[in-house]
């Protein structure tokens, strides 16, 4: 759970830098975006694998 404005770069990155299977599952376009992002990190604290990182679920994922 990030923000990111050049999300094609970033991925990309990740990709080179990790050796698991990296895929975009859901991308928004918000306004308030860091507000967004560290409502979603305080929800899902409990699910938190490092950083950024998240242990979701489908279900977690259609909340997002």
Do not use: C
């Not at 999300?7 to 507000?35: C, F, H, M, S, W």
Request: zero cysteines.
């Amino acid at each position: 759970i990030g923000v990111e404005s050049n999300i094609k770069q970033r991925v990309n990155t990740i990709r080179k830098l990790n050796p698991r299977e990296i895929n975009v599952i859901k991308l928004k376009k918000l306004d308030n975006a860091y507000k967004y992002k560290k409502s979603m990190h305080k929800k899902f604290e409990h699910k938190r694998v490092h950083g950024e990182w998240f242990n979701l679920d489908p279900q977690d994922v259609e909340t997002i």
